[in-house]
């Protein structure tokens, strides 16, 4: 994927995670083998776009930061919140009052979290401006605050958990957006399609499109809701970067 004015002899290597959603219906295993797969990668640079868990309960939070740990000390790593990790739209539905024990969780194991904020870094000797945002469903928005510092002149990747955010940041400069959430519609009718997919624009339920001169790619996520997945897979991504 062309990011760069003048590509590197090397790609730099992203993977993308997404919802994990350590629960009583995502098995350890099935998020310590996304992990292994991810390390094995050998990325540069790890993005993981949010439902780091599904509800309050279902998980060993010491055992979970173990593993998110695993991936903060492979490469450097970023993350965004979902609409089940706590607040408004989590609240009702069996899940934190907050976001602030899953964000905590995950800064405590070596990743930093992109809350309406940016960083900029340098990966194979280019720099990189990643900006992440609140979630969508969880009204934790704040485009202004995310993009306040960015150098428009610096290629910048967005964390955004929810792909209709778009339209938000239409008049934002970003080079690539990043989402999760949609479980890749989580199940696929022959013929049909995805027609369980949580979002608005059905164009973008999976895999990497394009949008206004932009990118967008979406995450079939490794875990799911409810412990159901029909003919759509669990997925980590690689990225490679020009």
């Known amino acids: ?6 590509p590197p002899d090397n790609p730099v290597r992203l993977i ?31 993005c993981v776009t949010g439902d780091f868990v599904t509800g309050i309960d279902g998980y060993d939070s010491t055992w979970y ?14 993350a965004v919140l979902g609409n089940h990790d706590g607040g408004l739209w989590a609240r009702p539905r069996g899940g934190h ?10 800064e405590e194991s070596g990743i930093t979290m992109l809350h309406n904020a940016s960083r900029r870094l340098q990966v194979r000797g ?4 990643l900006t992440g945002v609140g979630d969508l469903w969880a009204d934790e928005i704040d485009a202004s605050r995310a993009f306040r510092d960015n150098d428009r002149h610096v290629p910048t990747i967005l ?20 989402s999760g959430h949609t479980h890749g519609g989580q199940i696929r009718i022959p013929a049909v399609g ?19 001169s932009r990118w967008i790619h979406v ?24």
């Open 65 to 78: 930061r173990g593993q998110l740990r695993r991936l903060s000390r492979a490469a450097p790593a970023f």
């Open 16 to 46: 993308h995670l997404a919802d994990l959603h350590a629960s009583w219906h995502v098995a350890d295993s099935l998020i310590e083998r996304a992990i292994d797969l991810a390390i094995t990668s050998q990325p540069d640079l790890i």
């Open 219 to 242: 995450s079939r996520g490794v875990g799911n809701a409810l412990g159901v997945r029909v003919n759509c897979p669990p997925e980590i991504s690689l990225l490679r970067l020009t």
């Open 1 to 6: 994927m062309r990011l760069f004015a003048a």
């Open 159 to 178: 964390l955004s958990h929810n792909p209709d955010t778009k339209e938000i940041f239409r008049y934002h400069r970003w080079n690539l957006m990043l």
């Open 194 to 212: 995805t027609p369980f997919a949580p979002v608005f624009d059905r164009r973008y339920v999976d895999g990497l499109r394009e949008w206004e």
């Open 97 to 106: 009052q907050s976001h602030e024990p899953v964000r905590d969780m995950v």
């Open 126 to 129: 280019r720099t990189i401006q």
